[in-house]
């Protein structure tokens, strides 16, 4: 098979980037440090049918989205996070599901030496297959063991790398003594690009419930808040009517003012024993088989102040 010359080579990446660049609305930005060409090919097989990868040199990326961007200038956006050793996966569907392919495809890693490490790395308390020529090791890394049937048995758990620290020699030897690899590589989301908005991988975390909790919240600050100086509006609007309703009620109550909704509270006032039977407890009247005394006649409820309800608001103006 003969080999492209590097022309054609940029030719065809140039037109397959800007056919994926028309093609996908959304785009992951992902970071490919420390990930080998079989660990890809096994990303791209786990995407296949959902997403596209594609990788490639910064240059090129750069120069084939600024020829895009007088078709789309939402692509701009993308020219920031091209730096590194970075690529795209392109994807019409959901952008949850296709992060949670690109994040459960890693690889453990034993430690490097000069390698920054990516998580924090404890030594659990064990009792190791190590001889004890090894304590002076130990000791220059301030590990406390001790000997147990010949070999070294840490004590405690050591907290040996902190994240975004780098990995040192004596760091490294000691992980690849103990058979420990506490690291996994994979392709690392920066970024993400949906329809012209570019946001972090954290906003995916965000569900619907989150939404309309915070949205509910938003609405009941509104609310007291309008309330509070007496500015009506679609939030404070139902906290308004309702106390100017509980008003004509304490004024009908009091008066020869009659409306619809108030003629049940007119009729309890006038005759309170048609609503005792609703009102009684059923249990006791039929255990002890004595007939049910008659409820004392209620008071007439006074109107209420709804001040606080109305925020100071008089509904006949």
Known sequence: MVKEDR?????????????YLDEYPKVFIVGADNVGS????KIRVSLRGHAVILMGKNTMMRKTIRGQTSKNSNLEKLLPHVYENIGFVFTKEDLSTIRDKILENKVAAPARA???????????????????????????LQ???????????IINDVHLI????????????????LNISPFSYGLIIRQVYDSGSCFEPTILDIKPADLRAKFSQGVQRLAAFSLGINYPNQASAPHLIL????RLLGLAANSDVEFEQAKTLKEYLKDPSKFAAAAAPTSA??????????????????PESDDEDMGGLDIFG
């Open 243 to 246: 106390g100017g309703f509980k």
């Open 38 to 41: 079989r660990q890809m090919q």
């Open 162 to 177: 902190k994240i975004g620290e780098k990995v040192g020699p004596s760091e490294a030897t000691l992980l690849n003594m």
């Open 7 to 19: 022309s054609t080579w940029k030719a065809k990446y140039t037109m397959r980037l800007t056919q």
């Open 143 to 153: 590990i406390p063991t001790k000997i147990t049937r010949g070999t070294i048995e």
């Open 285 to 302: 009247p039929a255990a002890s088989g004595k007939p049910a005394a008659a409820a004392p006649a209620a008071k007439p409820a006074e």
């Open 114 to 140: 000069g390698a920054i490490a990516p998580v924090d790395v404890t030594i659990p308390a064990q009792v190791t297959n190590l001889g004890p020529e090894k304590t002076s090791f130990f000791q220059a």
